[in-house]
């Protein structure tokens, strides 16, 4: 049962790792994304801090919103997909076994360069604690919705696009609970409500969106 | 399994507008060959896509024994294997890599000699080791043949196999459908090449 799901999850981490430039590129856009904010809007320490949890959540909103457009289009192009559709698994699991490749190859790697960036913004220990947390249970979502963009786009032309137009306007409760998770201990207040919806958020997108992407691939190839 | 009868029933097809093709039977037994034959965009492809569940028919159904072929046990991908134009290669893994990695989705577990001999077999030897990206296009052809020919499948969809194919391979996958016949599996084929092949063959020409 497992066989196929680990023998898919091995070729898309050794894929990732034969196209490192891939990754990094997301994170690059992370970091440099996040470096340009202090540029624009002046050294203040303060300032920055109180800016710190929004333009960290929105700089990987677009980071993983980048990574995108990848997640099916290779597969798509060569058709890998296509066979896929043709494995006798359930498509919905190995969907979601691509999706946790993605989240490793692109959100985990978020998460543990943001404590970096914090402190480049002025956050205090905890508050970065809190971030890494609070990213921790958000990227997951980020790719998991994420996905049912990647799909229906796919073999569209400008796709890149339209998974935006499509995608950001859902983006939005992750980024407001995630951010306001940061907010709260940053006011000195607790974060525990944001952080269960959070993690209430995404097992529901755990168990809805697989279904719904897989839903979407066997349209688009249909 | 391997005596169920794989069926269409009264299928039509439609590209844009256009009917491609409409009541359309046939019934294939284990140990039968199907070709389908006619001229380009008459729809060979598409039934082909049809046949193999990845396409919905404009009408009709496929069966595979009683059941209809996308409510088959354990999803269509347990009875058929599929060629199309695409090779469905990883262009960053090796042949080897690529057959394996298939292998495991199927379930199957790893079987290093068999992937090196059937690669041998096609005149592969050599280039095992080799990111798919390197090889040519005849070569990258063989590399998908040898992963189909490598499942245990009662039924072999084949969309234009001989493409970029020489001489010597195509001659070695004769006799690999042949043996398969033996097995009574099923072989559905396009093709624009006549290749004789024994066994119990039959014709279809759309348009």
Redesign the interface.
């Known amino acids: 049962m497992f ?2 799901l ?3 999850l ?2 898309d981490l ?2 990732a790792l ?2 490192p430039q891939d990754a990094l590129t997301v994170v690059g856009f992370f970091v440099v994304v996040v470096a340009l904010f202090p540029l624009g809007i002046g050294p203040d320490p303060e300032f920055l801090r109180s800016l710190a949890p929004g333009v960290l959540w929105v700089a990987a909103l677009l980071a993983v919103m980048l990574s995108l457009e990848r997640l099916f289009s290779d597969d798509y192009r ?3 997909l ?9 498509l919905g699991l190995l969907v979601l076994t691509k999706i946790f490749a993605h989240w490793l190859i692109t959100g985990l790697p978020l998460v543990l360069i943001s404590p970096l960036l914090a402190v480049q913004l002025n956050l205090r220990p905890d508050e970065i604690v809190m971030l890494m947390l609070a990213l921790l249970l958000g990227t997951p979502i980020l790719s998991l919705i994420g996905a049912i963009g990647a799909a229906l786009t796919l073999g569209l032309r400008g796709g890149g696009v339209l998974i935006a137009l499509l995608i950001l306007p859902l983006y939005a409760p992750p980024l407001i609970l995630g951010a306001g998770a940061v907010d709260a201990v940053m006011h000195g207040a607790s974060a525990q409500a944001h952080l269960s919806l959070l993690g209430a958020m995404m097992v529901f997108a755990l168990f809805a969106t697989p279904w719904a992407t897989a839903a979407a691939v066997r349209i688009m ?2 | 399994m391997a005596d169920r009868e794989f069926r269409a029933v009264d299928l039509a097809a439609e590209r844009g507008e256009r009917r491609l093709f409409q009541h359309l039977d046939f019934t294939l037994s284990p140990g039968q060959l199907l070709q389908v034959s006619g001229r380009n965009g008459c729809g060979k492809t598409s039934l082909l896509r049809i046949l193999s569940g990845l396409s919905r028919p404009a009408a009709g159904q496929v069966y595979w024994g009683d059941e209809p072929i996308q409510s088959v046990d354990g999803g269509t991908g347990s009875c058929l294997g599929y060629l199309g134009h695409q090779n469905a290669l990883k262009e960053d893994l090796t042949a080897e890599e690529n057959i394996l990695i298939a292998g495991g989705l199927g379930g199957a577990r790893p079987n290093r000699e068999a992937v090196l001999s059937m690669l041998a077999s096609l005149g592969l030897a050599g280039y095992e080791d080799l990111p798919v990206r390197y090889l040519s296009q005849g070569q990258k052809r063989r590399v998908a043949l040898a992963r189909l020919l490598l499942q245990p499948r009662a039924l072999l969809i084949l969309d234009e196999p001989y493409a970029a194919l020489d001489v010597q391979v195509i001659e070695v996958l004769r006799s690999a459908i042949e043996a398969h016949l033996a097995r009574k599996s099923m072989i559905v084929i396009t093709t624009h090449q006549t290749v004789d092949i024994d066994g119990d063959c039959r014709n279809l020409h759309l348009g």
């Open positions: 066989r196929p680990l023998a898919l091995r070729r050794t894929l034969r196209r060569d058709g890998t296509e066979q896929m559709l043709l494995v006798p698994e359930p190839l249909d």
